[in-house]
């Protein structure tokens, strides 16, 4: 795999991984499976899965990771995160969703040949498939994306912004990807889809990450030290 401290043919830096997330605040984040766990065990489970991904772009071996976070990089738990995982620290922009990704590649893709932005809702998603999205990108694909089993995607990768992806999407429906897959077809993209992965959003999801074997909830998201 290439790496991330390599430049291109125009001088950019060749690739960086990109992480957005949310502070671990109790009633804030994974709000549907608050009425099984309860709203602590549940940003602890946010928490430990924001842990997660950023342990799996360390593995993945790009030089370059940065964890892109609201609604503060003030927040003691994002501190925490930049010291121990050693990531650079943004805070994301404004708007929804589609807005804040654009604006991420917009600027990110403005130094670096290519980009991969992941979230924190999959812990199914591996080194292996950050290494693979990265090959697509090199390889000469526009873009490249881990489909998830709800409709959405985990993974995006890309090689230029294109605010089009982005704008007037349905985020958090079951069409996210399909939709996508027709701005992908109308700009006449080359795009590579890597396996469908699944994430962990309502009760049953939780059950799963619990059999599965991956990072279950801490009792308390770990203090800035």
Do not use: N
Request: proline letters at 5%.
């Amino acid at each position: 795999m290439t790496s991330a401290g390599e430049r291109g043919s125009d001088g950019r830096a060749a690739s960086t991984i990109v992480v957005f997330a949310r502070a671990p605040v109790p009633g804030t984040v994974k709000t549907r499976l608050a009425p099984l766990v309860g709203p602590e065990a549940a940003a602890a489970l946010h928490a430990r899965l924001v842990e997660h991904a950023l342990a799996t772009a360390r593995r993945a071996g790009h030089a370059r990771i940065e964890l892109h976070v609201t609604p503060s990089v003030d927040e003691a738990f994002f501190r925490y995160c930049a010291a121990h995982y050693r990531v650079a620290l943004a805070e994301q922009s404004g708007g929804d969703l589609g807005a804040r990704m654009h604006a991420a590649f917009e600027r990110v893709l403005a130094a670096q040949a290519r980009a991969i932005l992941i979230g924190s809702d999959c812990p199914a998603l591996s080194e292996h498939h950050l290494r693979q999205a990265e090959r697509c990108l090199r390889e000469g694909a526009d873009a490249v994306f881990a489909p998830c089993e709800d409709g959405g995607y985990a993974l995006v990768g890309l090689r230029r912004a294109e605010r089009r992806l982005f704008e007037g999407i349905a985020w958090g429906g079951s069409t996210v990807m399909a939709e996508t897959r027709e701005r992908l077809a109308g700009l006449r993209w080359r795009w590579r889809e890597l396996e469908t992965l699944w994430d962990v959003d309502r009760p049953a999801d939780y059950e799963r990450l619990i059999a599965s074997g991956l990072p279950a909830p801490r009792s308390r998201p770990p203090d800035a030290e």
